[in-house]
């Protein structure tokens, strides 16, 4: 079963790449172009991001990014935790 969901996100590609790793509960996964992949048998999961236009806010410029996620061999369950963790890694207050 594959299931893609899509995020935008305000992230630069750097921090995304520093935070990705304790997100994804640091399992091994490659890089391919724009793409983060994980293989562990007949499962895996593929996070891709696309960088979209900036954020604009008065003065201000956010970079962005869709980021795409497709599961393949992981039941309903398993995708909620997966993402509930990665929103914990990546999730920023305001104040």
């Known amino acids: 079963m594959k299931l893609p969901l899509r995020f935008e996100m305000t992230i630069t590609q750097a921090d995304f790449r520093r935070l990705l790793p304790a997100a994804v509960n640091d ?16 499962r895996g999961w593929r996070i891709r991001i696309e960088l979209l236009p900036q954020l604009r806010l008065g003065l201000i410029r956010l970079e962005r990014h869709l980021v795409e996620f497709e599961f393949d061999g992981y039941a309903p369950k398993e995708i909620e ?10 999730r920023r207050g305001g104040g």
């Open 27 to 42: 399992v091994a996964y490659a890089e391919e172009g724009a793409a983060f992949v994980h293989r562990d048998g007949a």
């Open 81 to 90: 935790d997966f993402m509930a963790r990665f929103e914990m890694y990546f």
